[in-house]
Each structure stands twice: as structure tokens, then as C-alpha cells.
């Protein structure tokens, strides 16, 4: 962890805070103006995106104007905006690990859940084929068995069958739809 240097108050410093809290806007204008370079170079050691270091800083000169008038300070004005600063990154880090680590949780989960319904709903879907089958008429039956279960084409069916190949593919037609309508009701 890097030591920050740590000097008397300057006369400097005392005259930009009290600036800072009776004038609000102009003291805090000069503030930011002093030291958002330096905090933007510093913010930069400890995260290599430029936009996440000038976001951060941002946000943290924003919370020292809220609290410009809560702020006491015992060593240099730098010091303790670097020291601020530093703080404010590592939370910033901390939460970002942590965000991090629950998105792959939840991806996970929710990656086994997927899998595991969708084994259930194919599953169901099978037993519901299976007794719809069982009810076809058998030429229907056998027709989609071979086609859609085996892979046999409609000419190897009809070969296999001893059946025309436009009969085969009526049947094929009337066993599709007698199974659509057979998993539309359920």
C-alpha cells in the first residue's frame, strides 16, 4: 500500500476550505480546478480505464461538496484528497470483484436451472409423443416411426412398406397432424 506524505496544513490549504464552505460554488470551482489532474493521475495508478478513473473522481468531488462543511482536516489538503480518494477506489474495486463474482453465480445457476427444465420438458414432451402414438392408427404410427425416429426416407418406407411413396407421405402428413393436435390440448 503506498504511504501518502503527510505535511502541516498550509495557509493555503486553510484559505481554500474556508473558501470552500462560505463560498460555495467559486471555492469549490477552485478546489476542482487544483486538483482534478492530480487526482485523475493519481485515481490512475490503482485502475487502468480513463473513464472509470475520471468517473470516480467526479463522484468524489461531488461528495466533497456535500460535505465541505463536515470536512476537518489536521494534515495537508492533498494528503487527505489523496487519502479520500484512495479509499473511495478500492470500495469501488471491492463492490466491482463482488458484482462480478454474483453475475458468474447467477449465471451458473441459472445455467443448471436451463438445463435441468429443459431435461423435464423433454422428457414430458417423449411421453406425450409415446401416448399419442399409441393411439394412431398403426400404418400412421409406423410411417412416423420410420421417418421421424428412425430417419428412413419416404422412398425407403415405401420400399420397406411396399406402399407408394405419395400414400407414405399422406400418412406421414395425417400422423403429423394427429400428434400437433393431440399436444395442442395438452
Not at 493555503?12 to 476550505?17: G, Q, R, T
Not at 470551482?29 to 478513473?53: E, F, G, V
Not at 414432451?125 to 409415446?130: G, M
Request: glycine share 2%; proline share 2%.
Amino acid at each position: 500500500m503506498e504511504k501518502i506524505a503527510t505535511t502541516v496544513l498550509t495557509k493555503a490549504d486553510i484559505e481554500l476550505l474556508d473558501y470552500l464552505k462560505h463560498n460555495e460554488t467559486e471555492g469549490f470551482n477552485m478546489l476542482y480546478r487544483k486538483y482534478w489532474q492530480q487526482m485523475i493521475a493519481y485515481a490512475s495508478i490503482y485502475l487502468p480505464d480513463k473513464n472509470d478513473c475520471e468517473e470516480i473522481v467526479q463522484d468524489f468531488f461531488v461528495h466533497l461538496y456535500t460535505r465541505r462543511n463536515d470536512i476537518l482536516i489536521k494534515n495537508s489538503l492533498s494528503a487527505y484528497l489523496k487519502t479520500s480518494l484512495r479509499n473511495r477506489i478500492f470500495n469501488h474495486l471491492r463492490n466491482e470483484s463482488v458484482y462480478k463474482k454474483h453475475i458468474g453465480v447467477v449465471g451458473t445457476k441459472k445455467q443448471e436451472h436451463n438445463d435441468v427444465e429443459h431435461k423435464v420438458v423433454e422428457a414430458d414432451l417423449k411421453k406425450n409423443i409415446k401416448h399419442c402414438l399409441s393411439y394412431m392408427p398403426q400404418r400412421y404410427r409406423q410411417v412416423f416411426i420410420l421417418n421421424r425416429q428412425q430417419y428412413f426416407t419416404l422412398k425407403e418406407i415405401s420400399q420397406k412398406l411396399n406402399v407408394p411413396v405419395n400414400t407414405i407421405e399422406k400418412q406421414l402428413r395425417k400422423s403429423i397432424a394427429l400428434l400437433k393436435g393431440y399436444l395442442g390440448q395438452n
